[in-house]
C-alpha cells in the first residue's frame, strides 16, 4: 500500500511542482531536478503508511486535489470573470497551503477535545431496575494526548454516577512510562460507581510492541501492570466473568490479539451453565466475534481498538471493507457498541470520529 500510495503521490507531485516553476527564471533541467527530488522525496516518505511523514505528505496531496477542483470549479462552473486571485495562488501553492494548514487544526482540535456519547438501550431482561455502564477505552495514556485533558475528562466521568465502570483496553501503550501507567490507573480507580469497575486487556496495555518504538524496551513488566489495577480496586476481567446484582453478567474477554489470528477459548466456554435470562454484556477490546457472540446469547458487546480510524481514510477503509468501525449496531438479538476512544494512537490528530467516553443507560 505504501508503494502504491508513494507512486501515486510522487507522480503527482513531480508534474505539480512542474508546473509550479514554469513561469520562474529557472532552467528546465533545474526545474525538472528539484520536481524529481520533490517526487523523490514524497515517494520515500509514503513508504511507511503508519508515519507521521506519510500522513503529512497525503493530506498535502489532498489538499492540492482539492485546489485542483477549486480551480475547474472557477473555471468552468463561476467563469473566468469572477475570482481572478483563484490561479495565481492555485498555480504557486498557496491555496493548497491554505487548505492543507485548515486540515491540520481542525485534526489537533480534534484530538484535544473529548466529549460524552449516550446510548440508551432497553432490554425485557431486567425487572424494575435500570443500570448505566460507563465504558472508557483507549486512552493510551501519555502518548498522543495532553495528561491534564484526561484527568479533566475523568472528573467528568465522575460525574455521571455510574453504576458499572468498564476500561475497555489500551488505558496504557508501549510510549507510556511506568509512572504514568500507575498514574493513570489511580485517576480511573477514583471513578465512583455503584457495583465497581472492571477492566480487560486491549493489544497495547502490555507493550507487546516497544520494540518497533525508540527506547526498545518495555518500561513496566505484566506484574507492574496486575498489581498496579488491583491495587486501585479494579477488577480484571480476562476471559472469565461476573454477575452483577443478580441482573448482569460481564464476560471479560482476552484480547484477540492480530484479529485473523485469533486463538483463545470460544465464548460459549465462558458462557457455559450462565443463566442467559440474564443481561449478558461481552466486553471484548476488538470489535470481532459479534455474530457468535450474539449466537451464544450476549445482548450487548462493547468494544473499542479501531478509534474510528482516527484519521482520514482509514475509517472510511474500515467502513468499505463492512468491518466494526464506530458507533452502534444491531446483530441479531444483541446490541454492539464500538467506542472511537478517549484519546488516539501515533499520531497527534483526529479527524475522524471524535475522543470519547460512552455512557450506555440499560432500562
Not at 508534474?15 to 522525496?41: C, E, G, H, P, W
Not at 511507511?48 to 470549479?73: E, G, K, Q, T
Request: glycine residues 6%; proline residues 2%; charged residues 20%.
Amino acid at each position: 500500500m505504501g508503494i502504491i500510495l508513494g507512486i501515486l503521490i510522487g507522480s503527482y507531485s513531480f508534474f505539480r511542482v512542474k508546473y509550479a516553476l514554469n513561469d520562474t527564471k529557472l532552467t528546465k533541467n533545474k526545474q525538472i531536478m528539484i520536481s524529481s527530488i520533490i517526487a523523490i522525496l514524497s515517494f520515500l516518505f509514503c513508504l511507511n503508511i503508519w508515519s507521521m511523514a506519510a500522513l503529512l505528505i497525503f493530506y498535502l496531496f489532498i489538499s492540492s486535489l482539492i485546489a485542483d477542483l477549486i480551480l475547474v470549479i472557477r473555471k468552468y462552473v463561476i467563469k473566468e470573470k469572477h475570482l481572478n486571485f483563484i490561479p495565481k495562488i492555485h498555480k504557486n501553492g498557496l491555496l493548497a497551503i491554505i487548505i492543507f494548514a485548515s486540515i491540520i487544526i481542525g485534526s489537533v482540535y480534534g484530538m484535544n477535545h473529548i466529549e460524552l456519547t449516550e446510548y440508551n438501550i432497553t432490554t425485557d431482561k431486567i425487572d424494575n431496575e435500570s443500570y448505566s455502564i460507563l465504558f472508557v477505552s483507549d486512552v493510551h495514556y501519555g502518548s498522543v494526548q495532553n495528561t491534564q485533558l484526561v484527568k479533566d475528562s475523568i472528573l467528568k466521568m465522575n460525574n455521571l454516577k455510574p453504576d458499572i465502570v468498564v476500561l475497555g483496553g489500551d488505558i496504557v501503550d508501549e510510549r507510556t512510562t511506568k509512572e504514568d501507567m500507575q498514574e493513570i490507573f489511580e485517576e480511573l480507580g477514583k471513578i465512583n460507581s455503584t457495583y465497581g469497575t472492571y477492566y480487560i486487556f486491549g493489544n497495547h496495555d502490555r507493550q507487546p510492541y516497544a520494540i518497533d518504538y525508540e527506547n526498545g524496551n518495555r518500561t513496566f513488566t505484566d506484574s507492574d501492570l496486575n498489581q498496579t489495577i488491583e491495587k486501585n480496586k479494579i477488577k480484571i476481567l480476562n476471559d472469565n466473568k461476573i454477575t452483577i446484582n443478580n441482573d448482569i453478567v460481564l464476560v471479560g474477554r482476552s484480547d484477540a490479539e492480530w484479529e485473523d489470528t485469533i486463538d483463545r477459548i470460544d465464548v460459549n466456554e465462558i458462557l457455559n451453565e450462565s443463566d442467559l435470562s440474564k443481561y449478558i454484556v461481552v466486553l471484548d477490546h476488538q470489535p470481532v466475534e459479534s455474530k457468535e457472540n450474539a449466537q451464544e446469547g450476549a445482548d450487548l458487546q462493547l468494544s473499542g481498538h479501531t478509534h474510528g480510524g482516527q484519521v482520514f481514510p482509514y475509517g472510511m477503509i474500515y467502513d468499505l471493507s463492512g468491518r466494526l468501525n464506530y458507533g452502534e449496531y444491531e446483530i441479531k438479538d444483541m446490541k454492539q457498541i464500538v467506542s472511537s476512544g478517549l484519546t488516539g494512537w501515533g499520531w497527534p490528530m483526529r479527524n475522524e470520529a471524535k475522543c470519547e467516553y460512552v455512557l450506555i443507560n440499560i432500562n
